[in-house]
């Protein structure tokens, strides 16, 4: 039980770390000088990465706070 939080935690901080980096190069397409087009299927290809990114945190969450919730439920009934 112990080992499968140290991964989650890491999962969770390798997540927050691609999160973060996705931001961070929306943000330097957004200041660079490319042609329109180009720059708006850029933006548009960072911005879904990074909202699946985010999904993909959340659904992480999720599942964590259900199984600590089913796993309490299974300690008390012993």
């Known amino acids: 039980m112990g080992a499968r ?13 691609v999160v973060r980096m996705l931001a961070v190069r929306l ?3 957004d200041a ?4 329109t087009g ?3 299927r850029l ?6 990465a990074l909202l699946g990114a985010l999904v993909v ?5 999720r599942t964590q706070a ?9 300690d008390s009934e012993r």
């Not at 939080?5 to 770390?17: E, G, I, K, Q, T």
């Not at 933006?43 to 879904?48: F, K, V």
């Not at 945190?57 to 969450?61: F, G, I, N, R, T």
Request: charged share 35%; no cysteine; proline share 2%.
């Open 5 to 17: 939080l140290v991964l989650a935690r890491r999962l969770h901080v390798v997540r927050f770390d």
């Open 27 to 29: 943000r330097q397409l």
């Open 32 to 35: 660079a000088d490319l042609p």
């Open 38 to 40: 180009e720059k708006s």
């Open 43 to 48: 933006t548009a290809t960072l911005a879904d």
């Open 57 to 61: 945190d959340d659904l992480s969450k």
């Open 66 to 74: 259900l199984e600590a919730v089913l796993l309490s439920r299974k």
